[in-house]
């Protein structure tokens, strides 16, 4: 039960799972979980455990620390990878799997023996091995001795525009890289938009993070997930305001005619960005009610003129619903649906439903 006033974020678990199966079936190939972040800001170990029941067994995150706290979240189980790497033993006992992302860490991790995912870059130039060292390794495999390379992968830079020449470059590298340096070892071409680009970007092992939260990997077409998250906020009060009356900092809104705020309990320290001032809007009994002046740190100011039911007490749903998905609420602030995820904030009540 949330305490009066608090925010609620309902995170619709049976959802991710669901688009999880379903990124499978179109993948035509394993998918991993990625689970980097908190999970995009929804919380790592209720979906990672939710996907593991559904028969994910592996997971990616980005930081060590995010693959300690997941290993005792999944059991000794599911692969954890880690993609920024790390110093070999550095995961204790935790059995996480590194990225090598350039000779030194091949060097030092086939020097312990490891097991390991090499990462070749082939157009994102921000982690893994360049053309360059990808040669020299192609010389001197002998270099991955000792190493249990259990996949080879690259990161797609364009995948969520279909028609961008980038996506078949890479998949071109990357396939000419992967047989010189690494024949027969499994490969991990495709992120969520990477899916999508049909059956030349399969291998054997996808990597979708957003598309399970409900995120469109698609762009520019029809949403193909399902949505995932709903965050609802209580209207604190509802007040009258003649014509002339401006509401909020600054002053930023003034109303043309009598008007009526709903003021509700939830601010930009709760990840309700404040760019989004004056360009977004809350569902409540079905309807839409325009966000009037600007977000504030607390408190977020509705027009609820037309929404004669609206009551303090109510809960606006600020995030998700009809035209408010986070990649809705993106596209209003200049941002995308990812930074509305993870920006989500940490004092709500976090509601995992279904899974
Ligand atoms: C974040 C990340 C993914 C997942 O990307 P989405 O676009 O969220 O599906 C996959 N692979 C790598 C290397 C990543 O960093």
Redesign the pocket.
């Known amino acids: 039960m949330p305490a009066p006033g608090q925010a609620v974020l309902r995170v619709a678990l049976g959802a991710i799972v669901a688009n999880w199966r379903d990124l499978v079936a179109r993948h035509g190939g394993a998918c991993a979980g ?1 689970v ?1 972040a908190d999970a995009y800001g929804l919380g790592a170990t209720p979906v990672a455990r939710a996907l593991r029941d559904a028969g994910c067994t592996t997971f ?1 995150v ?1 930081h060590l620390t995010e693959g300690m706290t997941l290993r005792d979240a999944v059991g000794p189980g599911p692969a954890i990878v880690v ?1 920024d790497g790390f110093p070999p033993g550095a995961d204790g006992d935790a059995r996480l799997v590194p990225v090598l992302n350039h000779l030194g860490d091949v060097a030092a991790h086939a020097r312990a023996g490891s097991e390991a995912v090499l990462h070749l870059d082939t157009g994102m130039a921000r982690l893994g091995l360049d053309a360059k060292e990808q040669a020299i390794l192609a010389e001197d495999r002998s270099r991955l001795d000792g190493l249990t390379l259990r996949w080879v992968m690259t ?1 797609l830079a364009c995948a969520d525009e279909p028609a961008h020449p980038l996506n078949e470059a890479q998949r071109v590298r990357f396939a000419a890289a992967a047989s010189r340096v690494a024949p027969g070892v499994p490969r991990s071409v495709a ?3 990477g899916i999508f680009l049909g059956p030349s970007f399969r291998s054997d092992l996808a ?5 399970l939260y409900g995120i469109n ?1 698609t762009p520019g077409a029809p949403n193909p997930m399902r949505q995932v998250v709903a965050l609802e906020a209580e209207i604190l009060q509802v007040r009258e305001i003649a014509a002339g009356d401006s509401v909020g900092y600054g002053a930023s809104w003034t109303a043309r005619e009598p008007r009526r705020i709903a003021t509700v309990a939830a601010g930009y320290a709760d990840g309700y960005l404040r760019s989004l001032s004056g360009r977004s809007l809350g569902l409540l009994h079905g309807r839409q009610a325009p966000l009037v002046g600007r977000v504030s740190m607390d408190l977020t100011t509705f027009d609820v003129t037309d929404i004669e039911q609206a009551r303090p007490g109510d809960r606006i749903t600020l995030i998700g619903g009809p035209g408010n998905s986070p990649d809705d609420i993106g596209a209003r602030c200049g941002t995308i649906g ?1 930074e509305i995820l993870t920006s989500l904030g940490r004092r709500y009540d976090r509601v995992y439903e279904g899974g």
């Open positions: 990625v980097k990616f980005a993609l990161h992120n969520s938009s990597r979708p993070g957003c598309a990997p990812y």
